[in-house]
Nanobody, 116 residues
Framework: QVQLVESGGGLVQPGGSLRLSCVAS????????MGWYRQAPGKQRELVAG???????NYGSSVKGRFTISRDNAKNTVYLQMDHLQPVDTGVYYC??????????WGQGTQVTVSS
C-alpha cells in the first residue's frame, strides 16, 4: 500500500502561481509513474500532468506551457508548478501513483481556488 499526501493548495488571484507537492510513503516511489489530476465542481476528473519513472512528461492541453510537473526520487515527492493560473483551473487536485494500469493509488486531494 502506498499513501500519498498532497499539500500546497489554496486561494490565489488570476495570473498567480502555486506549487503543489505530493509525498509518497514506502520505498518504491522511483519505479512508479506519477500524475496530477483535478476535478472541478460538476465535472469529471481529468489528467493535468504526468511523469513516468524515467522522467518523461505529458500535459493536458489546457495547461501546456503554464504548468510543470517534476519529481525528486530522493524525497519521494512529485511537484506541480502552476503559473498563470486562471479561474478555470479551480478544483480539487489529486496526486496519483501508478504501478500498473489497474494498480494505482490516490491522495486525498488539495483544493485550488483561483479567484479575485
Amino acid at each position: 500500500q502506498v499513501q500519498l499526501v498532497e499539500s500546497g493548495g489554496g486561494l490565489v488571484q488570476p495570473g498567480g502561481s502555486l506549487r503543489l507537492s505530493c509525498v509518497a510513503s514506502g520505498t518504491i516511489f522511483s519505479i512508479m509513474d506519477m500524475g496530477w489530476y483535478r476535478q472541478a465542481p460538476g465535472k469529471q476528473r481529468e489528467l493535468v500532468a504526468g511523469i513516468t519513472s524515467g522522467g518523461s512528461t505529458n500535459y493536458g492541453s489546457s495547461v501546456k506551457g503554464r504548468f510543470t510537473i517534476s519529481r525528486d526520487n530522493a524525497k519521494n515527492t512529485v511537484y506541480l508548478q502552476m503559473d498563470h493560473l486562471q479561474p478555470v483551473d479551480t478544483g480539487v487536485y489529486y496526486c496519483n501513483a501508478k504501478l500498473a494500469p489497474s494498480y494505482d493509488f490516490w491522495g486525498q486531494g488539495t483544493q485550488v481556488t483561483v479567484s479575485s
